[in-house]
């Protein structure tokens, strides 16, 4: 989830599809339904039910891979699937906040930096942290707002007292931003009351000075300055009716149960964003022969709260013009590519074979060396809905972008994602908590 300023950010859960015609594709040929049933906005979240290193030996070396911290201040088996939610409407978690505690969920994104709850009413919520019943708030006085591409928020900042029931034990005193009026933040069909920013305190409204959460929780906890998430949502149709997707957050180091083979470190280029250098992407085995500035206008980060891949216009044409070129279906709609047509396919005719992989280039630690993370059609080419019991619908799970290259959950939940604040690296590792036809590789 992005500031504006820097403006970007397809904010998660905003994905409404306008759907004038719906396409679905057989292998051999195109077919348009008129849509009776969607009129206007299609809005996955509020119309359905979504419940649905070793090559690198730093890390083993500096204990980060154990199973708990070696002051044991953690245990990250405790952590494991601390989190709930799905890619469509965002991972959260539960936290205590104030005294008596008051138990709410937050959002999890690493594309900001305030921690942020609702302190009035909302009609979207549920619940909200009423200030004046917890003895430890203290108010700052200062007002804070914060303006993402699409919905914003105002309010008004303090500090109060957390505990975490799956995370570093103990009470933890954190800056916390009361949102007293909001406008397209919370929506219809949302389980969280507020938000957790995971960035650098550049990120952090309205200036610096103001200790974004997980600053606060390593300066008093003396945990290692690593976190690492999964997200446990790829594959997960939005029509289901199962419980939410779950997910880790695993706070100070890695857990080894989490991940698959080698971690893959990126350095971090500037601390704000988590920003990383893409040097080329390849659609199939096609390598789209870009400059590398195209991949990295104006910057290219990881970031947990933007839904998709999100692509800079040129880059994301060709991706496009190439998945057109190189996959097995004849005939595209440019509604599927531009977000405005769900493709549909035959209940049990599965439509990842006809798609190819997609591979993202990051520079490696060693800068003279690169590795890849390969995204299957199983995590871009994503289920939304069925019909009638006879059609499974999807959508393209990328979209371009005016100003970066975002690394989304589209991709990460292909993968462990490790952000080494310490050494100032991202890691990527392929997931465990997603069955084999819907991960990606690192290599």
């Known amino acids: 989830m992005l500031h504006n300023p820097p403006s970007l950010h397809t904010k998660m859960l905003l994905y409404g599809l306008l759907l004038l015609s719906l396409s679905f594709w057989t292998s051999h040929s195109v077919f348009k339904i008129p849509l009776k049933m969607f009129a206007g906005k299609f809005n996955a979240s509020v119309q359905l ?18 199973a708990s911290d070696p002051a044991g201040i953690v245990n990250f088996l405790d952590m494991i699937n601390n989190l709930k939610g799905d890619s469509g409407r965002g991972y959260y978690m539960q936290m205590v906040i ?48 914060v303006k993402y591409t699409q919905g914003e928020w105002e ?13 570093p034990s103990g009470t933890i005193t954190i800056n916390i931003a009361a949102i007293l009026k909001s406008e397209g933040f919370f929506l219809p069909g949302i389980n969280w009351q507020g938000i957790l920013g ?41 029509s289901t009716t199962a419980d939410p997707a779950g997910g880790s957050l695993i706070m100070g180091g890695v857990e080894p149960t989490l991940y698959r083979g080698s971690v893959w470190y990126t350095p971090v280029l500037e601390e704000w964003y988590y920003q990383v250098e893409v040097l080329k992407l390849e659609v199939g085995a ?43 279906i004849e005939d595209f709609s440019a509604g599927f590519f531009e977000g405005t047509k769900l493709a549909c396919w035959m209940r049990g005719e599965s ?30 080419v994503q289920p939304i809905t069925d019909i009638d019991g006879t059609l499974d619908c999807f959508r393209f799970g990328i979209s371009p972008s005016a100003n970066a290259l975002v690394i989304g959950a589209t991709v990460m939940e292909g993968f462990y994602v490790i952000f080494d604040r310490a050494q100032k690296r991202v890691g990527f590792a392929v997931s465990t908590c997603a069955g084999k036809w819907v991960q990606g590789c690192v290599d």
């Open 98 to 145: 104030g005294t008596p505690g008051q138990t709410l969920n937050i959002l999890v994104d690493t594309g900001s930096s305030n921690f942020a709850v609702a302190a009035a009413e909302h009609p979207y919520i549920t619940h909200f942290y009423n200030r004046a019943l917890s003895s430890t708030y203290q108010s700052s006085g200062r007002g804070v707002a």
């Open 155 to 167: 309010g008004e900042l303090g500090t109060d007292r957390i505990t975490i029931p799956q995370g």
């Open 351 to 380: 439509p990842w074979r006809l798609f190819p992989k997609i591979s993202i280039y990051l520079r490696a630690t060693n800068t003279s060396q690169s590795f890849r993370i390969t995204i299957l059609p199983q995590l871009y």
């Open 286 to 328: 096609q390598n789209l022969n870009l400059d590398c500035k195209e991949y990295n206008s104006d910057k290219a980060i990881v970031d947990s709260g933007t839904t998709l891949l999100r692509l800079p216009g040129n880059v994301f044409s060709a991706v496009v013009e190439a998945i057109m070129q190189t996959s097995l």
């Open 198 to 238: 995971l960035a650098y305190p550049l990120l952090a409204r309205p200036d610096p000075s103001v200790e974004p959460f997980f600053n606060s929780v390593v300066g008093q906890t003396g945990i290692p300055d690593v976190f690492s998430l999964q997200m446990c949502g790829a594959g997960v149709s939005a």
């Open 49 to 66: 039910d979504l419940r649905t290193l070793r090559k690198n030996q730093s890390a083993v070396e500096s204990g980060l891979s154990l």
